[in-house]
T-cell receptor, first 113, second 118 residues
């Protein structure tokens, strides 16, 4: 059972470079999320997608764009990376159900130099 | 808007001792509450959740949490910790009330690092 798969696991970017973080889930979940994790700040929501074809901003969307390509895939793009975007990024998915929790990927550790 | 406060950024404890990790939330409606654990260099794994019913919730690895509505708390406890419990623990609240069956977002606390010493 793959669950939520994120690629890449590690990435180093130079300031101003662009890149896309990929996320795919095989649990047929409707909702998908991108969080960033910084020391002492917990996880903060960047963008989320309640269902295929919809995306909405979270707490910290500036500098990011997302695409819900289909029900399985939800990508996060950094158009012009900045050192402040150095973080660990987590993708998660959840069904529309009051009984089931969100499932998380293993994370992508991004360093912007 | 919902928010979560984890007052303790780090909790050191000796092996086989009991531990309590504190979590307080603010919300104007009934919500879902969760505890997740993150082992070093890994993603988040659900420990337990409170949706409704009994206020004492049991989770994996011997952890339990008690929902206290009057104190808006959801503290995590374990009677005897192991070295393998060393990890970061996150309390989270959903942004939807329990009666609304729709997509929800998780609001996380800042995390508590549990350090278990031999």
């Amino acid at each position: 059972n793959a669950g939520v798969t994120q690629t890449p696991k590690f990435q180093v970017l130079k300031t101003g470079q662009s890149m896309t973080l990929q996320c795919a889930q095989d649990m047929n979940h409707n909702s998908m999320y991108w969080y960033r994790q910084d020391p002492g700040m917990g996880l903060r929501l960047i963008y989320y997608s309640a269902s295929e074809g919809t995306t909405d901003k979270g707490e910290v969307p500036n500098g990011y764009n997302v695409s819900r390509l289909n029900k399985r895939e939800f990508s996060l793009r950094l158009e012009s990376a900045a050192p402040s975007q150095t973080s660990v990024y987590f993708c998660a998915s959840s069904p529309v159900s009051r009984d089931t929790e969100a499932f998380f990927g293993q994370g992508t550790r991004l360093t912007v130099v | 808007a919902q928010s979560v406060t984890q007052l303790d950024s780090q909790v050191p404890v000796f092996e086989e001792a009991p531990v309590e990790l504190r979590c307080n939330y603010s919300s104007s409606v009934s919500v879902y509450l969760f505890w997740y654990v993150q082992y070093p260099n890994q993603g988040l794994q659900l420990l337990l959740k409170y949706l409704s019913g009994s206020t004492l919730v049991k989770g994996i690895n011997g952890f339990e949490a008690e929902f206290n509505k009057s104190q808006t708390s959801f503290h995590l406890r374990k009677p005897s910790v192991h070295i393998s419990d060393t990890a970061e623990y996150f309390c989270a609240v959903s942004d939807r009330p329990v009666w609304m069956d729709s997509s929800y977002k998780l609001i996380f606390g800042s995390g508590t690092r549990l350090l278990v010493r031999p």
